[in-house]
């Protein structure tokens, strides 16, 4: 099974959360330091990490920016901290999921199981994507390269892109992305779907005041608009 990161200064917490992992067979490790967390993200191959952003050493923050310098990890931030603001400065950076403590650990583990179900069928499929030799889409790899250089993407902006990829010239509205992405599980606001997007045309659009593969179609979504 796949190995999960605990990075919380709350033991009880780490204990329980850990507890409710292991049952469904996934190996957990847990620290309740940051730089602790860093050391062993470096050693191990992990598939999630579950970073507290309120820890004694080094905020979770700062983690969260290191961490995606060099990986693509999924990763769930938990903090006290439930403003809408705070959720967008989250992803901003890198999250994938944003909970507000005090949050139940079955719904945590639920959305882990939800994440690696959505992960496993990912990686059944083998499609590659190639736009107009500009922009080139591996879905099998994961990976997106503009002018044949790799751009480093999140899980979540990748399947976005992907998901505006496979669904070409059909506009999407934020509420299916969501859906198709995320789950109908998934309790954030439909307004992230923008963060998103904004985060993809930073990384593949020459303009991204007019931008030509993320399109936004006002007051319905967006849809993807390069040539194949």
């Known amino acids: 099974m796949y190995n999960i990161l605990i990075i919380e200064d709350e033991e009880r917490v780490s204990e329980v959360l850990k507890a409710y992992l292991e049952k469904e067979g996934y190996k957990v490790y847990c620290t309740t330091r940051g730089l602790k967390g860093i050391e062993l993200f470096k050693t191990i191959d992990f598939k999630l990490i579950i970073l507290d952003l309120m820890l004694p050493d080094i905020n979770g923050e700062d983690i969260c920016k290191i961490i995606r310098k ?8 938990l903090t006290a901290k439930g403003a809408l603001n705070d959720r967008i ?46 922009l080139i889409v591996d879905y099998g790899e994961r990976t997106v390269k503009i002018n044949g250089e790799e751009v480093s993407f999140t899980p979540n902006e990748f399947d976005i892109l992907y998901t505006l990829l496979v669904n070409k010239g059909k506009v999407l509205s934020r509420e299916q992305l969501i859906d198709k992405v995320f789950g109908i599980d998934f309790e954030g606001y439909d307004r992230t779907v923008d963060v998103y997007i904004k985060n993809i045309r930073k990384k593949i659009e020459k303009d991204t005041k007019n931008p030509k593969y993320v399109i936004t179609v006002m007051k319905v979504g967006y849809k993807f608009g390069g040539d194949i």
Not at 70 to 77: C, L, N, Q, R, Y
Request: glycine share 6%; aromatic share 10%; charged share 30%.
């Open 70 to 77: 060099s990986s693509e990890v999924h990763i769930f931030m």
């Open 89 to 134: 400065e989250g992803l901003n950076i890198g999250a994938d999921e944003y909970l507000v403590k005090p949050f139940s650990p079955r719904e945590l583990t639920a959305r882990v199981n939800a994440l690696f179900r959505r992960v496993n069928a990912e990686n059944e499929k083998d499609s590659t994507i190639f736009n107009d030799g500009r």
